[in-house]
């Protein structure tokens, strides 16, 4: 696939059911239909769309053929201290497997590197326990900088 065939989007209020269409992709493990899509575009999404305006908050898809393909979503969060100016987070990083090894999260973890730039952001950071997409990772300029245990409440 020619990197010019795949356009990275903001995700916005009007393309917002794209995106959608694509987390039912990634749930359900297949596309959804036409149909599906169609119903899709008139649904209400306005407490989705309120998260999506939060500052700090940035989602890009990867849209191939009309279609969202893969996502990041990226967040900036201020610190003090030697940290002033912020740290970027991963949060999540997803490619429809038939689209993997294609450079598609790579033109997408690009994206956490302009936010970086954009926010005056000292380091992008994230979390990972998924091996082969450290290579990925590595080849983006990022570093194992620490061993962590992920803790999340239920």
């Known amino acids: 696939m020619n990197p010019s065939e795949i356009a990275i989007e903001r995700i916005t209020e ?25 119903i899709n575009r008139d649904k209400d999404f306005s407490e989705a769309l309120q998260q999506l305006r939060q500052e700090g908050f940035y989602g890009y898809g990867a849209l191939v053929e009309g ?11 201020p610190k003090l201290g030697k940290w002033q100016g912020g740290v970027i987070y991963v949060d999540e990083i997803w490619t429809a497997p038939e689209y993997r090894r294609r450079g598609i999260a790579y033109q997408l973890m690009q994206k956490a590197f302009e936010v970086q730039t954009l926010t005056n952001a000292v380091r992008v950071r994230l979390y990972t326990d998924n091996v082969p997409a450290q290579r990925l990772y590595e080849k983006c300029g990022l570093k194992v900088t620490n061993h962590a245990v992920f803790m999340e409440s239920e």
Do not use: C, L, P
């Open 67 to 77: 279609r969202y393909v893969a996502w990041i979503t990226i967040i900036h969060t």
């Open 14 to 38: 009007k393309n917002y059911h794209k995106f959608d269409d694509m987390v039912a992709w990634r749930i359900n493990g297949v596309e959804s239909s036409q149909e599906e899509k169609r």
